[in-house]
């Protein structure tokens, strides 16, 4: 899905997150307050889908739209996803009400909306922190999928304050992060954690002495490389090239097969230019890496450095401005991958 901000959709507590879109003020706010700054309230419906045969005749479904109703920059019913009959939306304004009592307690940083609608999130200002000898400020982050492929979320994301890299984690602690699937009690899922939300509050005790442990490691050079490496994993085969593999000429006839050969040919090509984007990325990482450990000695060559130097290729690579997959999506992922594998480095 689209990863970019919703029109002007964002409310930002002094400063945005890493765009210039939205509005931007001093005053904090409660989670409500901030929904009606960054206009996320639009209601979102699930209606039945039907399938209209060729004499026109409309023929119901098991399944369901996810639908949008119509905005001032987007005025049209907009179907956000199709969906199972068990699927079952919660509201921009009933989420914030949720969140109300939290948000006084810490104010809402950001809040906005991604793509037409599909997904809007949240962070909530958890205060400050040292890890591996800088200051970072520490966040809750709340988002929430409208397009049938994620659930409600709730995690604690650090933010390293030198650089405001994102620094996401692969952490699955119940502590650290909770999933909430929209089935049908999603209502009182969200509810019954929203009330016990202050758990939340161990997740910093949780998550900053194993990010400390990322820098009490040394490692070697083929270890860094296997950080990078699982953040970045080989290109994958474009399906065309997988499919022709052990088809020899006799197998087919003669058009055929030289229909095989140019679609091979085409293929391989591909297959190419995904493996030399890979590898330049890989490189581009290293070289973070190598100029990390030159600016920062107390942490050199350890699974901190190159964790960072992911993230830091992540949040500064080409291709990804006014981007929110620093946090969710693709960059967030990369993210994850990395830390997994350099925690693991920590014997």
Request: glycine residues 6%; aromatic residues 10%.
């Amino acid at each position: 899905m689209a990863a970019n901000i919703f029109g002007d959709r964002f409310f930002g507590h002094r400063t945005p997150a890493w765009h210039r879109v939205g509005t931007v003020m001093d005053e904090a706010l409660t989670a409500t307050e901030a929904m009606k700054v960054a206009n996320i309230g639009f209601p979102i419906r699930k209606l039945p889908t039907f399938v209209q045969t060729e004499n026109g005749e409309f023929i119901p479904t098991d399944y369901f739209g996810v639908v949008r109703e119509p905005v001032d920059d987007d005025p049209v019913n907009r179907v956000l996803s199709i969906v199972g009959k068990e699927w079952t939306p919660i509201q921009a304004w009933e989420l914030c009400k949720m969140l109300d009592p939290v948000s006084e307690k810490f104010p809402v940083e950001t809040m906005g909306a991604l793509g037409h609608g599909e997904k809007i999130f949240m962070t909530l200002d958890a205060g400050p922190g040292v890890i591996a000898h800088e200051d970072h400020h520490m966040y809750y982050l709340v988002t929430d999928h409208r397009d049938g492929m994620g659930a409600l979320t709730i995690a604690f994301t650090p933010v390293r304050v030198v650089c405001q890299n994102t620094l996401v984690t692969g952490l699955a602690s119940a502590k650290v992060s909770v999933s909430l699937k929209h089935n049908r009690t999603i209502h009182q899922d969200a509810e019954w954690y929203m009330n016990i939300f202050n758990n939340m509050l161990q997740a910093k005790d949780k998550v900053i002495p194993v990010l400390n442990r990322l820098a009490e490691f040394r490692i070697d050079r083929d270890e860094a490389i296997s950080v990078i490496n699982s953040a970045y994993p080989d290109a994958s085969k474009p399906r065309r090239l997988t499919l022709s593999q052990g088809i020899v000429p006799d197998d087919v006839g003669k058009d055929v097969w030289l229909s095989i050969l140019n679609d091979r040919k085409y293929a391989e090509e591909e297959f190419e230019k995904r493996s030399d984007r890979v590898q330049k990325i890989r490189r581009g990482a290293w070289d973070r890496y190598v100029f990390f450990n030159d600016k920062n000695s107390q942490v050199a060559e350890t699974p901190w450095a190159v964790w960072q130097a992911v993230v830091e290729t992540e949040d500064f690579r080409r291709g990804h401005a006014n981007s929110a997959t620093s946090i969710f999506g693709q960059r967030a992922e990369a993210k994850s991958r990395a830390f997994n594998t350099a925690l693991a480095l920590c014997k």
